[in-house]
């Protein structure tokens, strides 16, 4: 079954303070595994997409990198505006359609000044 | 250029009822998914449509039913309300079809069933 589990579920961040969210996941026939960021009463705000092992994106103080089992984001020197839930989500691969995305619960990020 | 746009925002209603939701995807986006977002839960497909045909189908019961139209706009209808259907509903719309990529959410409609 594929599946996609994010870790940690919270995360409390003194504001300059590098961290590392993790997303690990199963799935038949990736086609690409996504970051989004949420927040509160907002619609996902997509991020990043990644399409193989070793491939690495950057975004302003964001990284994210992906293996074959796992995927991290990386994130530098953090400012209270990097406050929100960041949403990991894989695409299945089935055939005959664009390929709907299994989320992860997420990782609430909270960065306090 | 303009986001993926949902109306309305915020719905109530009580059980038993049912309601519609709409979707503007993204100008030249012709994928259109739609996700049921709880607290339990998560984000979680329900269905996926591309060129007026659904695509893809998640595991919600035949309560949840959807449609698209010629100018890639959709709606969402589900019927017999319970108070678990109580969510953000959020629509994504893709520019691709059939080769993977990036999915871009809108605002979401906020349904509350009492």
């Known amino acids: 079954e594929d599946q996609v589990t994010q870790s940690p579920e919270a995360l409390r961040l003194q504001e300059g303070e590098s961290s590392s969210l993790n997303c690990s996941y199963t799935?038949?026939?990736?086609?690409?595994l996504f970051w989004y960021r949420q927040d509160p009463g907002k619609g996902p705000e997509f991020l990043f997409t990644?399409?193989?092992a070793g491939e690495e994106k950057e975004k302003e103080r964001l990284k994210a990198t992906l293996t074959k089992k796992e995927s991290f984001l990386h994130i530098t020197a953090p400012k209270p505006e990097d406050s929100a839930t960041y949403l990991c989500?894989?695409?299945?691969?089935?055939?005959?359609?664009?390929?709907?995305?299994?989320f992860g619960k997420g990782t609430k990020l909270s960065v306090k000044p | 250029k303009a986001g993926v746009t949902q109306t309305p925002r915020y719905l109530i209603k009580t059980r038993g009822q049912q309601v519609t939701l709409s979707c503007s995807p993204i100008?030249?986006?012709?994928?259109v998914s739609w996700y049921q977002q709880t607290p339990g839960q998560g984000l979680q497909f329900l269905f996926e449509?591309?060129?007026?045909?659904?695509?893809n189908k998640g595991n919600f019961p035949g309560r949840f039913s959807g449609r698209q139209f010629s100018n890639s706009r959709s709606e969402m209808n589900v019927s017999t309300l319970e108070l678990g259907d109580s969510a953000l509903y959020l629509c994504?719309?893709?520019?691709?079809?059939?080769?993977?990529?990036?999915?871009?959410f809108g605002p979401g409609t906020r349904l509350t069933v009492l």
């Open positions: 994504a719309s893709s520019q691709n079809y059939g080769t993977g990529g990036a999915w871009k």
């Open positions: 799935v038949s026939g990736l086609r690409g």
């Open positions: 990644l399409y193989s």
């Open positions: 989500a894989v695409q299945a691969g089935k055939r005959g359609s664009q390929g709907n995305l299994i």
């Open positions: 100008s030249g986006h012709r994928s």
């Open positions: 449509y591309f060129s007026e045909t659904q695509r």
